[in-house]
């Protein structure tokens, strides 16, 4: 059933545990995603970039998206993955997503708190919930670009007063993370994680998780962390396994063929993240 984010990450709050939210470009990716939450019996978030939505178009991701929720046994969200585009963001929930980003990170805090503001009013008259972003993340996700030297990491108060003022659902941290593939180990502050939690008492959103070790993952759910995202893992499955299969069968001109492998591999690295996350058996 398709449920908006607030929902599913309530619970993930109050119960100590986190959800996937795993980006989608296609039906396989998104059918991956479903069939491992319904596995596992878990709560999922399918997310968008807008690199996705111009690779696919929000009326076909926003149709997979719903078709997949609705058919689905277990809590599925459709968000909007780093929104830096309010028109975007209004056609979103124009086409059914149940959750978007605002991410102003690249605006000061003022201009931040007054984007973020205004389209969790609009989202909030229409039943969407809205996460956003302060700090700012490094890395590189779809078309956003983040020099690790740019990159800062949330200050607690300043999360405080953000929330308070912009009255967000769920707030994603720079704590440590990039996006894209790590060139050497993350090193996660965790004490800015406990120090935020404490601030703020809402879910809180960990980006660039992909390559982040099992452990360090572990405790910054045990220190608040509710929504985890997850994309790169998830292409570097896909494409390794359709790799492997063109190896072995070069000749083979099947779409079908080649992409169920890139498919199987995907699901079974999403059930080692349900698992991890904690949102196993919590649907
Ligand atoms: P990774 O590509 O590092 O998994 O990050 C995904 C992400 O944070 C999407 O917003």
Redesign the pocket.
């Known amino acids: 059933m398709l449920v908006t984010g607030i929902e599913i990450l309530q619970d993930a709050h109050k119960n100590n545990y986190a959800v996937g939210a795993f ?1 989608v470009n296609n039906m396989e990716i998104v059918q991956a995603i479903i069939e491992a939450a319904e596995e596992l019996n878990s709560p999922v978030i399918l997310q968008a ?1 807008q690199g996705g939505l111009k690779y696919a178009g929000v009326e076909y991701i926003a149709a997979l998206g719903k078709v997949a929720a609705e058919k689905a046994k277990v809590p599925v969200a459709l968000h909007l ?2 929104g830096t585009d309010f028109q975007q963001i209004m056609l979103c929930i124009r086409h059914g997503f149940s959750s978007v980003m605002i991410d102003g990170s690249q605006y000061e805090l003022e201009e931040n708190i007054a984007i973020t503001k205004k389209v969790v009013e609009i989202a909030h008259a229409v039943g969407i919930s809205v996460e956003a972003e302060l700090g700012k993340i490094g890395g590189i ?1 779809d078309d956003i670009v983040v020099d690790e030297r740019e990159a800062t990491f949330t200050d607690p108060m300043e999360a405080k007063l953000f929330v308070d003022k912009t009255k967000v659902d769920y707030l994603a941290i720079a704590v440590g993370t990039a ?2 593939v790590y060139k050497g180990e993350p090193k996660l502050d965790f004490d800015r994680i406990k120090a935020i939690k404490e601030a703020v008492n809402i879910p809180l959103v960990l ?5 982040v070790p099992n452990d360090a993952i572990e405790k910054a759910v045990s220190l608040g962390i509710n929504k985890i ?5 998830l292409r570097i499955a896909f494409t390794d396994a359709i790799k492997d299969f063109l190896k072995k069968d070069p000749d083979n001109i099947d779409p079908r063929k080649i992409l169920g492998p890139g498919k199987e591999a995907m699901k079974e690295v999403i059930k080692e993240k349900m698992r991890l996350f904690g949102s196993a058996g919590r649907a």
Do not use: F, L, W
């Open positions: 980006n970039s993955d780093h996700e996006h894209g980006h660039g998780s992909s390559g995202n997850i994309d790169t893992d």
